[in-house]
């Protein structure tokens, strides 16, 4: 029930994983029943009714998290997160409110021992492929420790599923020196640096379209801001696109020519490839999607929670933070 387009987008996209994937995955829906079979019978779709979990209350995109899900039991949300809990599920799938998918994933299903905070990213295309930024806003507020283990998570994740051998970790601050940035990212300059892991320093927000890391560590509060700004940068692209052509015909003409090209060119930013991605360290697998996902990006961010599945990342990180710990 959560997203711009909900519940139609979602529900589309379900069915249509549950259809291409049948002998991979199972999809259950979760939501008001009448509005979900509405949406079926309207697209004249088939899907077995016993996949469908009827919930009652639905968590809005503005609602205070904690609160959201103490005042509604029965939300499609809490539902969710609870399936993976008992076992009748093994992945939460939800473009919805995003801190109270955190929240409840973090709440009802348990931290992963040793993991005080989660942690959410977004995979942002560079010039060397991509770059994964860690953490984009599961929670706004950060110690050093905590940027170590989103470090230690995040490296897990995309080493196992955007396949990546030893990737290299940045540090997002002010300057490249060990000494610049604020105490939180000089403490976790410290701490990051005497991991395993393969840490290049600090890095900039210039660096991460150009690819200088792999992988960028910082806290939800900058992350968040990070993102946003982000994804307002292709929609004003198009808007340049559109005043310029509005100029005279030879540049409307011009612009049609290689508006396919164009969109080609730009599909690198597009959210919808990569669908979602996962709330690490939580005890289970929950798959964050953006608010405005659409149907593909729906299937793509429950082909995103089978990955995370079947490469046992949430096994991974338990026996990875253990070894710390025994070591420690």
Request: aromatic share 6%.
């Amino acid at each position: 029930m959560g997203g711009d387009f909900a519940p139609e987008k979602v529900v589309l996209g379900g069915v249509e994983a549950f259809n291409k994937f049948q002998n991979r995955l199972d999809v259950i829906l979760v939501g008001k029943k009448g509005e979900i079979q509405s949406v079926l019978l309207k697209n004249q779709l088939s899907f077995p009714d016993d996949k469908i979990v009827n919930a009652t209350e639905v968590i809005e995109m503005g609602e205070m998290p904690t609160d959201a899900i103490r005042n509604k039991p029965d939300s499609s949300i809490v539902i969710a997160a609870r399936l993976v809990k008992e076992g009748k599920a093994q992945a939460f799938v939800s473009a919805g409110n995003t801190g109270a998918v955190a929240a409840a994933s973090t709440l009802i299903m348990g931290r992963i021992e040793g993991v005080d905070r989660p942690t959410i990213g977004a995979i942002l295309p560079s010039e060397s492929g991509f770059c994964a930024i860690f953490d984009v806003g599961a929670f706004v507020d950060a110690k050093p420790q905590h940027l170590l283990s989103y470090a230690l998570m995040a490296e897990i994740y995309v080493r196992e599923i955007l396949k990546v051998d030893n990737p290299s970790i940045g540090l997002l601050s002010v300057g490249e020196e060990k000494d610049k940035g604020n105490k939180l990212t000089k403490d976790a300059f410290d701490l990051i640096s005497k991991s395993k892991l393969n840490f290049i320093g600090n890095v900039e927000g210039r660096d991460i379209l150009k690819g200088t890391a792999n992988i960028v560590i910082c806290d939800g509060f900058i992350g968040n801001i990070l993102l946003k700004f982000g994804e307002s940068v292709p929609k004003y692209m198009k808007h340049l696109l559109t005043l310029y052509a509005k100029e005279n015909l030879f540049k409307k003409i011009k612009i049609g020519l290689f508006k396919n090209t164009l969109k080609e060119a730009l599909s690198p930013l597009d959210y919808q490839k990569y669908g979602g991605v996962p709330l690490l360290g939580v005890n289970g697998i929950t798959i964050i999607g953006h608010g405005s996902s659409t149907s593909l990006a729906i299937e793509n961010m429950i082909l995103r929670a089978y990955e995370v599945y079947e490469r046992k990342i949430t096994e991974r990180i338990k026996k990875t933070l253990a070894q710390i710990s025994v070591k420690e």
